[in-house]
């Protein structure tokens, strides 16, 4: 996974992202950047959380929650689509018991 292009937009930070021979256009929300921030993040760690969950579950409104395990905690990643643009709405780390389903996949941004 290699970042190819990142400028900061109204909405808040574009990506481009080469990750196994496709490219991945994100948008972070500022919303999602200061969440990220909140719990001592980096961007590459929600990418990998985006990009390689271990199960993804829908959500409301037409979003997804990309969920991955940090021992007995879930990092949740809540994304929608504009259409091709991933947008990354907020980033919070909840209970593994609480939300995880045991490897679900109701999406999957890369093919």
Known sequence: MKIRFSQETPK???????????????????????????????LENILNFLLYPEEVIKGHANRYIAHRRLNHHLARVVYEYDGRNVIVITFYISYVNRYFREGKYEDKILS
């Open 12 to 42: 808040g930070k574009y990506l481009e992202v080469d990750c196994e021979n496709q490219l991945v256009q994100i948008i972070f929300t500022w919303h999602s950047l200061d969440a990220i921030e909140d719990y001592e993040m980096t």
